[in-house]
């Protein structure tokens, strides 16, 4: 998927608007495409869009009970690792189920746009903790 405007043909939920507020979280531009409001619904879901090459920072989805993210691929390529083990091929229509408490990252391949709807979900005392980047040499081994 090297041609945006390929990408932006089978991106099913949308691009978003550029994915300001968390940008100091991400090396590259990603977007953000809110697909419940909050304020209506208890599950909150976005459509997040990578450009080749971003990836969001190491971080956790904190929880006491419940808690975790769950990650819907929908177009292009990318990866997912968790602290510790091997990163994983992300294509559409996979599913990843990520425990809270788990560190991990996620992102677009180097030569493709990617998005995947995240699902945040319920639990107590939630938070993100955000860590360190994912440095350009481990993931140029990728």
Not at 38 to 46: H, T
Not at 53 to 66: L, P, S, V
């Amino acid at each position: 998927m090297k041609e945006k405007e390929e990408f932006d043909k089978i991106n099913v939920f949308g691009l978003g608007e550029p994915n300001d507020v968390f940008a100091k979280y991400f090396i590259g531009q990603s977007y953000l495409n809110p697909l419940t409001d909050p304020k209506k619904c208890n599950l909150f879901l976005a459509n997040v869009t990578f450009e080749p090459g971003c990836r969001n920072n190491w971080h956790i989805h904190h929880a006491k009970t419940g808690g975790g993210q769950l990650l819907i691929c929908t177009a292009g390529s990318g990866w997912y690792q968790e602290e510790g083990c091997d990163a994983i091929s992300l294509e559409p229509g996979m599913v990843i189920t990520i425990p809270a408490n788990v560190k991990h990252w996620h992102g677009a391949k180097k030569d493709s746009w990617f998005s995947h709807i995240a699902i945040e979900v319920p639990g107590e005392e939630t938070h993100n903790e955000w860590c360190e980047p994912v440095n350009d040499e481990e993931y140029n081994q990728l």
